[in-house]
Structures are given as structure tokens and as C-alpha cells.
């Protein structure tokens, strides 16, 4: 039953290139594909833009899983205690409670789709983030403040820097 109500939930929805919100991650530009409130709480999606050498120090999700799909670039995953670089059309399973992190080993900007299962991380994206153009390419010069942010928050979510 609950399978039912969750899927009567969920929306049909085309979202048509450069139309979700944006966010400036530090450094990096995030756009939302679909939320838990459209995917009634299934899951989330987002396309990210990483510069070179940008990415996320290694954190654990406590309450969801994670994919990566690389679209364009070189990333390098720590999973657990292994280091994989990956490149266009490779995919990444990251299961919750594992350590892990992504960091852009190119020197082109890398585009990824980020999916978490189920839904709810995009409330702390919305949280910490600074609202961003769907256009942009330069991100504002703010980091500190952002990940201070971002780190205070993270405990809420079920995100763990390590």
C-alpha cells in the first residue's frame, strides 16, 4: 500500500533544459531535475557543474543512496578506500554509509547527474546554497560562507564530513 500511495504521489513532468533551480555549491553549479515533492519522495536529481579540481571533501550519507552519471569531463571517486577516475558515460553507485567524494581530475569543466534515493537531501541544497542563473559559468567568490554553512546544516540531513 505504502508503494501505491508513494507512487500516486509522483508527477509527470518534463522539465525542459536550464529550467530547474540553481544553486552555487562552493564552486560548483547545481541544477535540480526533479525533487522529492515531484518524484513523491522517491527520489532527487540534479545535474552538477564541476570546475577543475572542484568537489566535495569525503562526507557519508546517512540517509540516502547516491548515483553518479558522468555526462561530459574526468572525475575522481574516492569509494570507500578505493580511488576510480571515471570518464563520459561511466556510472557510480554509492551505497548510504559509505565514505566517498568526487573531485574533478580534468581540466574542463565536468557535467554530472547526481540522483539520491529516496528524496530529501535537495531541502539542505535549498538551505545552504546561494540561488544561481541557470546560465552561469563563474562562481561568486563566497566559499567560506558557503561551506559554513553548508557544514553547520549537514548533521540535519544525515551528512557527515570526514
Excluded: C
Excluded at 519522495?41 to 577543475?52: H, I, K, Q, R, T
Aim: glycine residues 10%; negative net charge; hydrophobic residues 40%.
Amino acid at each position: 500500500m505504502a508503494i501505491i500511495e508513494a507512487t500516486a504521489a509522483a508527477r509527470l513532468l518534463h522539465r525542459p533544459v536550464a529550467t530547474g533551480p540553481a544553486f552555487w555549491g562552493p564552486g560548483d553549479h547545481y541544477t535540480f531535475l526533479v525533487t522529492g515533492e515531484e518524484s513523491g519522495g522517491a527520489y532527487f536529481a540534479m545535474e552538477a557543474l564541476v570546475p577543475p579540481g572542484g568537489g566535495p571533501p569525503p562526507h557519508v550519507h546517512t540517509r540516502q543512496d547516491e548515483t553518479f552519471y558522468l555526462v561530459e569531463g574526468e572525475v575522481e571517486f574516492l569509494l570507500g578506500d578505493t580511488l576510480v577516475v571515471a570518464g563520459p558515460g561511466d556510472f557510480v553507485n554509492v551505497p548510504r554509509g559509505t565514505v566517498h567524494r568526487f573531485r574533478n581530475a580534468g581540466e574542463e569543466t565536468a557535467r554530472l547527474m547526481l540522483t539520491f534515493t529516496p528524496a530529501g537531501l535537495e531541502k539542505w541544497f535549498e538551505e545552504t546554497l546561494e540561488p544561481a542563473p541557470n546560465d552561469a559559468h563563474e562562481a561568486p567568490d563566497n566559499h567560506a560562507e558557503v561551506v559554513a554553512r553548508y557544514a553547520a546544516a549537514a548533521p540535519r540531513y544525515g551528512v557527515e564530513f570526514v
